[in-house]
């Protein structure tokens, strides 16, 4: 195998690469969002600036991964802060947790998704959907909803997944032992189709746990809830301001 090949390969395995070096697309991607008000100053303590914290607001999500390309069904969950930057209204990515191998490594190469492995589950009981997320054998939350309570508007639907969405990319140098590249990059979702859309009433528990923090942003009242089910692509991500820089200036 001659360098370039092996540099076109994109991941290690250079014999059986993990994932596929192409755009995802995702069929009868389910969520579960939990939108809820939390202690303000919990959240600028971890919100890296140029971001900025308008309303204490997080959004619990679970995601049920119908089908994936290059990965097949699996199923996330994370926690999403509402931010700005510039004027413009988004999401940053606080944490996520899934149960496919590929697609977290992947998230962690090809973009800047914080993903970590854990045990999310999306499930029916009882006239409820319930949304639960294990790292190993503890319980670090769960999410309850009445089971398709009453209909949401498809394009309030959209709006809601749609939104702009910031990430820190940060790239060690094994040859220095500091950062070879730090960054606040944005991506959206593209080419969205809402299939089913929901609302009702929702509860959220978040657990103590030291490798899944999500607790250290308390849930202090549930604001929303929804149940979507949807097509969509993920777009790359691109930087909008890089750390390393000395001026740090925008890179907008």
Do not use: C
């Not at 996520?96 to 999310?120: C, H, I």
């Not at 979702?189 to 009433?201: L, N, Q, R, S, Y």
């Not at 692509?233 to 930087?239: C, R």
């Amino acid at each position: 195998m001659t360098p370039l090949e092996a540099m076109q390969r994109g991941t290690t395995l250079l014999t059986a690469p993990v994932y596929p070096l192409r755009t995802t697309r995702f069929i009868d991607r389910e969520y579960l969002n939990v939108v809820y008000r939390t202690d303000p100053d919990a959240l600028r303590a971890i919100v890296p600036e140029p971001l900025q914290v308008d309303e204490p607001l997080v959004r619990f999500e679970v995601m049920k991964m119908g089908e994936v390309d290059g990965y097949g069904p699996y199923v996330e969950s994370g926690q999403a802060i509402q931010v700005s930057l510039d004027g413009e209204d988004g999401e940053y990515l606080h944490a996520m947790y899934l149960d496919n191998f590929a697609a977290t490594v992947a998230g962690r190469e090809l973009s800047a998704y914080p993903k970590v492995l854990g045990t999310p589950r999306l499930r029916v009981d009882e006239g409820a959907l319930i949304g639960t997320l294990d790292r190993g054998t503890e319980r670090v939350a769960t999410a309850t909803m009445a089971y398709k309570w009453e209909p949401l508007d498809l394009e309030e639907a959209k709006a809601q997944i749609t939104v702009p969405t910031f990430m820190v990319k940060l790239v060690p140098d094994v040859f220095t032992q500091g950062l070879r590249a730090a960054d606040l990059v944005r991506t959206e979702i593209t080419d969205m189709t809402v299939k089913e859309a929901w609302t009702g009433p929702a509860r959220l528990q978040l657990f103590q746990h030291a490798l899944a923090p999500m607790a250290d942003l308390p849930v202090l009242e549930v604001v929303s809830a929804s149940h979507i089910v949807t097509d969509l692509t993920l777009a790359p991500v691109q930087s909008v301001f890089d750390y390393l820089t000395s001026n740090g200036q925008a890179t907008q």
